[in-house]
Each structure stands twice: as C-alpha cells, then as structure tokens.
C-alpha cells in the first residue's frame, strides 16, 4: 500500500473520531464520551509508529482545540505528551494482548484527563465531579472494539 492510501484511511478515520468528539448530545451521555480522537491516535502511534509523529499529534491537539473551543494548546500538549508515551513502549505494546493494551491506554487517558484537570485548574475553569473522570473508563472499555476495526481496516489495506 502506499503512503497516499494510507493517508486517506489515517485521515478518515481522524475525521469520523473528530465527529464523534463534537456530536451534539445531552450532557449526560455527553460525559460518557471518551476522548475518540486520542483513541485513534493511540492506535495508530502503536500499529504504525514510523508514520504519526509527536508533531503529528500536537497538530491534530490544535485542531482539536479549535473544532471544540477550548483553549489553544491544550489538546496539542496532551496529545503530543500521549503519543510520545506510546512511541516509547510501542515495541512492548504491539505484542500484548488487547486487555493488557487496554490497561495502558487506560493510564493514556488518565493522562490526558489530569492534564485537562490540570489546565482547566490553571485557568480557574476547573468543576471536578465523579463524571470528569468517566471517560477515561468508557474510553478504555471501548479500546477493544476501536483496536479491531482500526485493525481491520489497516490491514484491509495492507498498512504497516
């Protein structure tokens, strides 16, 4: 496969998380939404490291910032600061099992909502309730399911 194929499979599927992250819901299940973006991207950091870059992330972060409103740059060193983490132990992680992978993903995400907690706290903007931390959980019950279809499609098109 080439890069121009895999670029539009990447590319895609970044665009069907970035709509996942901003569909207009109630808040409840709202809460409930893990962070779709951060997800693909950790799939991608570990299937194909060669290819999605700690830049890569901190750009998609800044989209990410601007598509949802909040503040510039937060996304971007999240983002930046996860797949570095991946980049590191993806060697490791590639030959785990699911459910051990789904355990670092779930510390990815814890991550990335102390980070936000962190930023937020900064700013003064910071509500902490039991619900803040929930999608670190849905995020990481859902990384089954994300890492087979983002399989399935990678090798569908022979990627990496």
């Known amino acids: 496969m080439n890069k121009d194929q895999y670029s539009k499979r990447y590319f ?50 800044l989209f990410v910032d601007v598509l949802t409103g909040r503040l510039f740059g937060m996304h971007g060193l999240i983002y930046a600061l996860v797949n570095y983490t991946c980049l590191k132990f993806h060697r490791r992680l590639r030959h785990y099992p699911v459910v051990q992978q789904a355990l670092f993903v779930f ?6 909502q102390v980070m936000v907690f962190w930023i937020e706290n900064i700013q003064g903007t ?35």
Do not use: Q
């Open 12 to 61: 895609l599927t970044l665009l069907i998380a970035m709509s996942l992250n901003i569909l207009p819901l109630s808040n409840l299940v709202k809460s409930l939404n893990p962070d779709w973006v951060l997800l693909v991207l950790i799939y991608w950091t570990l299937a194909v490291p060669e290819r999605v870059g700690v830049f890569n992330a901190w750009f998609l972060g």
């Open 107 to 112: 510390f990815c995400l814890l991550l990335s």
């Open 126 to 160: 910071a509500g902490l309730t039991w619900l803040f931390w929930v999608p670190v959980f849905t995020g990481t019950l859902c990384w089954p399911f994300i890492y087979a279809g983002l399989r399935w499609i990678r090798i569908l098109g022979h990627i990496g």
